[in-house]
Each structure stands twice: as structure tokens, then as C-alpha cells.
């Protein structure tokens, strides 16, 4: 499965990116933390969050009706964990921790995952 994106959103997902597009201009994604279902990605102004040798870019998400992509970047330790794994970016009630742009909209982001085939 070549072809498969690594990272998919949910339709709720791409709202939501659609909304904290609006209020803060380009975003991007890190994975730092976290090494199963339920861990939470942080979202991020593009570039507020440095990402270096340490980090590894796994996707570049499009959403419908942003005019960029948003970037979702992963640690290498912790894609050393999901390398065999699509991750799919979904929403949940209920406040995250850190400073992740949705915190203040009483949802978080969550990482669901599924094996890839071959």
C-alpha cells in the first residue's frame, strides 16, 4: 500500500484546522509524545514549534479550502513506534494539555492508528 497517505484527518478534523486556520494563519502538527491510540498531537502557527535533526516529516495534510498544506511532523523516537502504522488525526471533547491551538475550543486532537498491510 505505497499509495496510502501515513496521516489522514476526519472530516472533523479538517473543520476544526479550518477554524484555527481562520483565527491564526497557517498551521502544522507535532507528534513528540505518546505511543498509542489516544496520544495527542500538538497544533501549532507553521514554524512556532522548531523542528530539527531530532524530527521526521511525515506528511504535508491537505484540507479543503486552505491554501496550504498543514505539515505534521513526528519525533524520531517516536516514529520508530508508529512506523509500521497510518495514523489517522481525529477530535474529541475535552481540553488538551500543552499549547496545542485547539485548546481553548474544549476539544483535542487524537491519534487513532491502524497497521498497514505489507
Given at each position: 500500500m505505497a499509495d496510502s497517505p501515513r496521516v489522514e484527518l476526519t472530516p472533523a478534523a479538517a473543520d476544526l484546522l479550518r477554524r484555527l486556520r481562520a483565527a491564526?494563519?497557517?498551521?502544522?502538527?507535532?507528534?513528540s509524545?505518546?505511543?498509542?491510540d489516544g496520544?495527542?498531537?500538538?497544533?501549532y502557527p507553521d514554524g512556532e514549534?522548531?523542528?530539527g535533526q531530532s524530527d521526521v516529516l511525515l506528511a504535508e495534510l491537505t484540507v479543503e479550502g486552505m491554501a496550504e498544506n498543514v505539515s505534521f511532523w513526528m519525533s524520531k523516537s517516536?516514529?520508530?513506534?508508529?512506523?509500521?502504522?497510518?495514523?489517522?488525526?481525529d477530535v474529541v471533547e475535552?481540553?488538551?494539555s500543552g499549547f496545542s491551538l485547539e485548546a481553548?475550543?474544549?476539544?483535542?486532537?487524537l491519534i487513532r492508528s491502524r497497521l498497514i498491510d505489507g
Open positions: 491564526h494563519g497557517p498551521l502544522m502538527f507535532h507528534q509524545g505518546g505511543c498509542c496520544s495527542a498531537p500538538m497544533c514549534f522548531r523542528t517516536q516514529y520508530a513506534v508508529w512506523s509500521h502504522t497510518r495514523l489517522v488525526v475535552g481540553r488538551g481553548p475550543e474544549g476539544v483535542r486532537f
